[in-house]
């Protein structure tokens, strides 16, 4: 049986893997069933101790990208595969939101709002997207694409990553000697970086100050990646033009904080790739299938990796 947690979609998720798969029971809380014929979950946001009381569970599918909530509990044995969705339609919105913030930068829609509040008429010079060096932070298949996209426009694209990654058309480098010299070639940084404690406070008030002045920053990845304190001091000093923020340390973003208000800081409410769930359920049941005939399968969560 798959037992089904969504709160927010859960009568469309509920149909959508019974379209998908006609042959399997499927149940949805908070309906009671056997708990011991529960063999597999799809999920998003499952309260503390939700799996304790399904002894026969073999695999957990988290319906999003990100796996940093699903980490570190108690309830889920080392032996009970989670897996993640790699892509189900995040990579186009992930695109979409990256460029919006490129061409933010490289049309200086930034400084045009700041003159029209100051009733200035000053055009600014014109700058070409092969003049733009845009370097992506994480290069899995959402920032692979996102890499591979830009440089296809003609944007002077490099990715970065942990360990060695090959993404078509894009200069890859990897490691904490390549991010250190990276950092003052970057006119836009995107990071798309997952939760772990290896990228936590990856850009902290060191590795901000390498950042070119009047440089940006796009992070649609993780909140904890960015030291919030240090970039405060960054934009009050006017190093950074603007950072436009889709994620945060704490979320939602408390009422008072500094970024609300901010003349240089963008803010969105982690929308920056949403799930679609036709193509979530489409993954989600591709990947039951693979499990049970065992063979490998997308998105199974490395824990030590933390991704």
Same mark, same amino acid.
């Given at each position: 049986?798959?037992?089904?947690?969504?709160?927010?979609?859960?009568?469309?998720?509920?149909?959508?893997?019974?379209?998908?798969?006609?042959?399997?029971?499927?149940?949805?809380?908070?309906?009671?069933?056997?708990?011991?014929?529960?063999?597999?979950?799809?999920?998003?946001?499952?309260?503390?101790?939700?799996?304790?009381?399904?002894?026969?569970?073999?695999?957990?599918?988290?319906?999003?990208?990100?796996?940093?909530?699903?980490?570190?509990?108690?309830?889920?044995?080392?032996?009970?595969?989670?897996? %993640?969705?790699?892509?189900?339609?995040? $990579?186009?919105?992930?695109?979409?939101?990256?460029?919006?913030? @490129? &061409?933010?930068?490289?049309?200086?829609?930034?400084?045009?709002?700041?003159?029209?509040?100051?009733?200035?008429?000053?055009?600014? =010079?014109?700058?070409?997207?092969?003049?733009? %060096?845009?370097?992506?932070?994480?290069?899995?298949?959402?920032?692979?694409?996102? !890499?591979?996209?830009? $440089?296809?426009?003609?944007? #002077?694209?490099?990715?970065?990553?942990?360990?060695?990654?090959?993404?078509?058309?894009?200069?890859? @480098?990897?490691?904490?000697?390549?991010?250190?010299?990276?950092?003052?070639?970057?006119?836009?940084?995107?990071?798309?970086? =997952? !939760?772990?404690?290896?990228? #936590?406070?990856?850009?902290?008030?060191?590795?901000?100050?390498?950042?070119?002045?009047?440089?940006?920053?796009?992070?649609?990845?993780?909140?904890?990646?960015?030291?919030?304190?240090?970039?405060?001091?960054?934009?009050?000093?006017?190093?950074? #033009?603007?950072?436009?923020?889709?994620?945060?340390?704490?979320?939602?973003?408390?009422?008072?904080? =500094?970024?609300? &208000?901010?003349?240089?800081?963008?803010?969105?409410?982690?929308?920056?790739?949403?799930?679609? =769930?036709?193509?979530?359920?489409?993954?989600?049941? $591709?990947?039951?299938?693979?499990?049970?005939?065992?063979?490998?399968?997308?998105?199974?969560?490395?824990?030590?990796?933390?991704?």
């Amino acid at each position: 049986m798959l037992y089904l947690y969504s709160p927010d979609q859960q009568e469309l998720y509920f149909r959508l893997l019974q379209e998908a798969l006609p042959d399997r029971e499927i149940a949805c809380w908070p309906q009671e069933v056997d708990p011991e014929a529960v063999t597999h979950a799809a999920v998003w946001m499952p309260p503390a101790g939700f799996f304790r009381r399904f002894p026969n569970l073999q695999a957990v599918f988290v319906m999003g990208a990100g796996v940093d909530q699903m980490l570190g509990r108690d309830d889920i044995p080392e032996q009970v595969a989670i897996v %993640r969705l790699t892509d189900a339609g995040m $990579a186009k919105q992930m695109i979409e939101y990256c460029l919006y913030g @490129v &061409l933010h930068y490289q049309r200086y829609m930034d400084v045009y709002r700041q003159q029209q509040g100051a009733g200035q008429w000053l055009a600014q =010079p014109t700058r070409l997207a092969g003049e733009v %060096r845009v370097s992506v932070l994480g290069l899995g298949q959402l920032g692979a694409q996102v !890499a591979q996209h830009l $440089a296809g426009m003609g944007y #002077r694209v490099t990715g970065w990553s942990r360990q060695p990654r090959a993404v078509g058309q894009v200069n890859c @480098v990897h490691g904490d000697a390549a991010l250190r010299a990276l950092l003052p070639e970057t006119d836009v940084l995107f990071s798309v970086l =997952p !939760a772990t404690p290896e990228t #936590r406070h990856l850009l902290d008030a060191e590795r901000l100050a390498l950042l070119p002045k009047d440089s940006a920053i796009i992070n649609a990845g993780r909140g904890s990646l960015i030291d919030e304190e240090a970039l405060l001091a960054h934009l009050n000093r006017g190093h950074l #033009r603007f950072v436009m923020l889709d994620v945060f340390a704490q979320e939602p973003l408390a009422a008072d904080h =500094p970024f609300w &208000l901010h003349p240089r800081v963008m803010i969105t409410p982690h929308v920056a790739a949403d799930t679609v =769930p036709e193509e979530a359920v489409s993954q989600i049941a $591709a990947n039951l299938r693979g499990l049970a005939a065992g063979e490998p399968v997308t998105g199974v969560v490395e824990r030590c990796r933390g991704y």
